[in-house]
Nanobody, 124 residues
Framework: QVQLVESGGGFVHTGGSLRLSCAGS????????MSWFRQAPGKEREFVAA????????YYSDSVKGRFTISRDNAKNTVYLQMDSLKPEDTAVYYC?????????????????WGQGTQVTVSS
């Protein structure tokens, strides 16, 4: 059974930091694009960050660029999202996802595997 399991969410104040992890099992994700999406109550799911099979290929939404850093450890089948300088508008459920190709990495409907999500709450 293929699974993605997120961890590391929680409650922080404005300006704080969190590190999310997403551990894959059931198959090797080293050749997959791994991404983070988020969804706030009443809003659509939105792209946050993506990383290609080559760790040099990273992509970010404008709203998190310069504050968030995505990375991966293929030996551990794990992707990370370091979130710094958090703002209340970052509050959402964060999901990791995996897809075999890099095209349209920012569109959530193209992803094959999803985690269950982890809540991030940033208080002002």
């Amino acid at each position: 059974q293929v699974q993605l399991v997120e961890s590391g969410g929680g409650f922080v104040h404005t300006g704080g930091s969190l590190r999310l992890s997403c551990a894959g099992s059931g198959r090797t994700f080293s050749s997959y694009v791994m991404s983070w999406f988020r969804q706030a109550p009443g809003k659509e799911r939105e792209f946050v960050a993506a990383i290609g099979w080559s760790v040099r290929s990273t992509y970010y939404s404008d709203s998190v660029k310069g504050r968030f850093t995505i990375s991966r450890d293929n030996a551990k089948n794990t992707v990370y999202l370091q979130m710094d300088s958090l703002k209340p508008e970052d509050t959402a459920v964060y999901y990791c996802a995996a897809k075999p190709g890099a095209s349209a990495y920012y569109i959530w409907t193209g992803y094959q595997y999803w985690g269950q999500g982890t809540q991030v709450t940033v208080s002002s």
